[in-house]
């Protein structure tokens, strides 16, 4: 609780502050009047110990301030909100990447395998025919669609459609089809 000495220090102080922006010489109730809210001439007054005949209490106060913190704690909630959905599409964006890097680097590894090797048994699990082909046949399926009068189509919604299913292991059947289509 603030006694009346620190609660009327307060009071001059937010009296001080109100009043700064003007070329006053000492602080006036009547300038905060004139340019600020009743509520919060009120709320000085209140501080201060100038009310007429009425002591200071904190009922009074928190009548005072009660409704304007209640905004501030909706536009608190909202900002909250606002930064969680950001962060969430964030996340989901650093989701999908992940998997078309993924993607990538299996499709698109060098033909060599480690240490220059051609004939070796992890050589032949990413050649052309095996595991590596069918991915590629899926990356096609995800990132070149198009049709074939217009050429090339960027689909975002198709790949991001495509990216989640895969993520989220939905057993959908898609027909994939070579760049030969074969």
Known sequence: LLLSPARQAMGQLLLQLACAVGSLPSPSLDFASVHYSPEFVRLLVLLLGVADGGGFSWRAV??????????EVDALAMVNEQLL????????????????????FV???????PGGHHGSAAHAAYADSG????????????FHQGELEQGRVLDWGHVLEALNKLDAGVSEQVLLQSRDER
Do not use: I
């Not at 499709?107 to 395998?113: F, H, I, L, Q």
């Open 107 to 113: 499709t698109d590894r060098p033909a060599e395998g």
């Open 131 to 142: 595991d590596r082909y069918l991915l590629g046949l899926f990356r096609d399926f995800v």
């Open 62 to 71: 928190s009548a005072l301030l009660g409704e304007r913190l209640m905004l």
């Open 85 to 104: 959905e950001e962060l969430s599409h964030e996340m989901e964006n650093g989701r999908l990447f992940r998997l078309a890097a993924k993607l990538s």
